[in-house]
């Protein structure tokens, strides 16, 4: 029974590249959730998803940043030309509808 | 929106003996308060919730304690053991289904 995975684990990119973070939610889980994790500092959410809708962006900077969920493949969180503060720990959580929510072992994305 | 906030953010015991972890919430609506143990490096794990039609949930060593007038709700974790050193994170969540998160405490056990 696979939990919720996410890839790539580790991300390096150069300042102006896109980074591309993948989430598959566990199986029979419809919901999906992004958070942003800085060092040392505590989860903020980013973006709600379901499949091939945005519930909740919320949480989301309002450029660079985009989130899908399409109706096959995993979810995927997008940052087009990245700077160095958007370096952080990037976990996806899954759930089935308003229950427990359950994460995945993160990307930690670096800029340098 | 939602605010949480968690108290302390460092807490050193000895093994054996009990910790407590205190968070505060902003919104009434809120009805779902879950708490997450991180240790370093990995993923944030849910190891207790409760939702606000109870007062009070146990898990052998572990329990939560819910007060809805005072909005506030607290982890007591029994019997420390030095596996218990992590950062633990409350959480409060409404209709929204986001999690808002408090800012973490630090647990080290000491031997």
């Known amino acids: 029974n696979a939990g919720v995975m996410q890839n790539p684990r580790h991300l390096v990119r150069r300042r102006g590249q896109e980074a591309r973070l993948r989430c598959s939610p566990m199986?029979?889980?419809?919901?999906v959730y992004w958070y942003r994790q800085l060092p040392e500092e505590g989860l903020k959410f980013m973006v709600y998803?379901?499949?091939?809708?945005?519930?909740?962006e919320s949480g989301m900077p309002k450029e660079r940043f985009s989130a899908e969920f399409p109706k096959e493949g995993p979810s995927i969180l997008r940052i087009q030309q990245v700077v160095r503060g958007d370096s952080a720990a990037y976990f996806c959580?899954?759930?089935?509808?308003?229950?427990?929510?359950?994460f995945g072992p993160g990307t930690r994305l670096t800029v340098l | 929106g939602e605010n949480v906030e968690q108290h302390p953010s460092t807490l050193s015991v000895q093994e054996g003996d009990s910790a407590v972890i205190k968070c505060t919430y902003s919104?009434?609506?809120?009805?779902?308060f879950p708490w997450y143990k991180q240790e370093l490096g990995k993923r944030p794990q849910l190891i207790i919730d409760?939702?606000?039609?109870?007062g009070e949930k146990k898990d052998q060593r572990i329990a939560v304690t819910l007060n809805k007038t005072a909005k506030h709700f607290s982890l007591h974790i029994t019997e420390t053991q030095p596996e218990d050193s992590a950062v633990y994170f409350c959480?409060?969540?409404?209709?929204?289904?986001?999690?808002?998160f408090g800012t973490g405490t630090r647990l080290q056990v000491t031997l």
């Open positions: 409760i939702r606000s039609n109870v």
């Open positions: 959480a409060a969540t409404g209709t929204a289904s986001k999690l808002t």
């Open positions: 919104d009434s609506a809120s009805n779902y």
């Open positions: 959580a899954s759930s089935h509808p308003y229950n427990e929510q359950f």
């Open positions: 199986k029979g889980h419809s919901h």
């Open positions: 998803l379901q499949k091939e809708n945005i519930i909740d």
